[in-house]
C-alpha cells in the first residue's frame, strides 16, 4: 500500500519562561491557531530546557528540514538569536513569534510585536530573506562564531544591557532606564581600536554600537537608520559627553532623535572590527564576548516570515 504524499512539519520551539511565563500560557493558542491556519502542516513542539538546549533543538530541526518545512520559534530576543543562528544560511523559513520583553529583533526588521499578528504572518506563508551580521572571535559561549540579527553594543550601553539582564524582573524599557541611570555613577569614557572597512581609528567613546536592525534595548533606536536589505552595517559612535548631558539625551533613544547631537557619530560599512582594553560586547541582548571582534553583513542570510509577498 502506498503511502500519501509526505506532509510538511513546522517545529514549534518554545521558550517556556519567556515573558514570565507567557509563553507557555500563550501555547495552546499558537498551537490551535496554526493548526487551523495550516491543515496540511503537522505541527510539532519542542520546549527548551536552557540556552544550549534550545541551539541543539533548533539546529537539529532546520537539519532535518526538507522542501515545506519551516521552523518557528517562540519567546523573546533570545529565542529569535536562536532561530536565527540555526536558520542563516539554510534556506528552511523562519517564522518569530514574539512573546518577551522587549522583542528588538522584531521592531527592527518590521515584523510584528504582537502575538496574533504574528501568527497571521506565518499562516499566511509569505517570506522575506534580509540580512544578518556575521561576528567572529573568543565568544562566551565557547564558540568563534555567532549571526546577529539587531546589535553588537560595546562601552556604556553593554553594561546597562549587562545590568539590566540582571534585575530581579526586567519589564523592558523602564528597567532599561534604571539600569542607565545605575550605571551613570561610575562610568567613564573607554579606549576603543576600530577598523572599519581597513580604516583604523584610536578614539576614546562612551559606547561604540555596531547594527544591522537598529533597535535593542526595549524599543531603543542605538541605530536608527539601520536596514536589513541593503547589505551593509550601522555604526554609532558617542564621543564623550557629561554624564549630565547622557542623562538629557537619553530619552531620544527612543526616537533616534539623539543621532542629531554633535558627540554622536554615525557611519556605514561592510565590515567593522572592535578592539579595546576593559570591553565586552553584547549581542542581541546576551552575552558575546571579549574583543577583537569582527562584524561584517551579510545580505539574504536568512528567510523570515514577514508580511508582504512571498520570495521565490
Known sequence: ??????????????????????????????????????????????????????????????????????????GGDGMASVGLNAAAGSGVPLGILPAGTGNDFCRGVGLPTKLDAALAVV????????????????????????????????????????????????????????????????????????????VVRELDAILVAVGNAGVFGGGIRVCPDARVDDGLLDVTIVHPVSPALLVKLFPQLFTGRFTEHPAVELLRAREV?????????????????????????????????APGSPTA
Open 1 to 74: 500500500m502506498s503511502r500519501g504524499p509526505r506532509r510538511p512539519t513546522l517545529t514549534l520551539l518554545v521558550n517556556p519562561a519567556a515573558g514570565r511565563g507567557r509563553a507557555r500560557w500563550r501555547l495552546p493558542t499558537v498551537v490551535d491557531r496554526l493548526g487551523a491556519a495550516l491543515p496540511a502542516t503537522d505541527v510539532v513542539v519542542r520546549f527548551t530546557a536552557d540556552a544550549v538546549d534550545a541551539r541543539a533543538l533548533a539546529s537539529d530541526a532546520v537539519a532535518r528540514a526538507e522542501p515545506g518545512d519551516a521552523l518557528v520559534v517562540l
Open 123 to 198: 499562516a499566511a506563508g509569505a517570506t522575506r530573506e534580509v540580512d544578518l551580521m556575521s561576528v567572529t572571535g573568543d565568544l562566551a559561549d565557547g564558540t568563534d562564531h555567532r549571526w546577529v540579527g539587531s546589535i553588537v553594543s560595546t562601552g556604556f550601553d553593554e553594561r546597562v544591557n549587562w545590568r539590566a539582564n540582571h534585575v530581579p524582573v526586567n519589564v523592558g524599557a523602564p528597567t532599561y532606564a534604571y539600569a542607565v541611570f545605575a550605571e551613570l555613577r561610575t562610568f567613564r569614557p573607554l579606549p576603543y581600536r576600530l577598523v572599519v572597512d581597513g
Open 273 to 305: 572590527v572592535i578592539d579595546g582594553d576593559g570591553l565586552f560586547g553584547m549581542a542581541d541582548g546576551e552575552l558575546l564576548g571579549r574583543p577583537p571582534l569582527t562584524c561584517r553583513a551579510v545580505p539574504a542570510a536568512v528567510r523570515l516570515f
